[in-house]
């Protein structure tokens, strides 16, 4: 796996693509003289984070003929203040669902991701109590 970046302004935005090409804007915060062009790179870890989960979640309930109607995820971290680096300490994920879905088979797919199958969740376990919860609307 191999991800480029490129700079694109002479401060902290950069352009960054994967094997897909498709760009990913990265910029710092306007505290630090960022200037919004792209989400943070610790936002970006929360973002793969959801992305990994919901492939797994999604594969996993259509495998069970289940129908998702709608699939929302809001992944929030708490970072540890006054050290460097500042890591997560706490993050949970929270799966938001629509459609006629069995409650026990969508319990099973978000365990099955976040205990065995996604990576991301795994590497930050190391560093991080990451916990999760749903809802079937």
């Known amino acids: ?5 490129k700079r694109v302004n002479d401060a902290f935005h950069f352009e ?5 090409n498709v760009p990913v804007h990265i910029d710092g915060s306007p505290d630090i ?3 919004d062009a792209g989400a943070r790179p610790m936002e970006m870890i929360l ?3 959801g992305g990994c989960s919901a492939i797994d979640v999604v594969l996993i309930l259509q495998k069970q003929r289940q129908v998702i109607e709608d699939l929302i995820i809001s992944v929030e971290g708490e970072r540890v203040t006054n050290e460097t680096p500042s890591v ?3 993050i949970h994920v929270h799966y938001s669902f629509k459609g006629d879905l069995s ?3 969508v319990k099973r797919a978000i365990d ?3 205990e065995k199958y996604c990576s991301v969740t795994a590497i930050l376990n190391k560093t991080a109590e990451v916990t ?4 079937i609307n």
């Open 16 to 20: 960054a693509v994967g094997a897909a």
């Open 103 to 105: 409650e026990d088979k």
């Open 1 to 5: 796996m191999k991800v480029e970046l």
């Open 132 to 135: 999760h919860s749903y809802s």
């Open 47 to 49: 973002m793969g984070l």
């Open 33 to 35: 003289g960022g200037v």
């Open 112 to 114: 099955l991701s976040m």
């Open 88 to 90: 997560f300490k706490t």
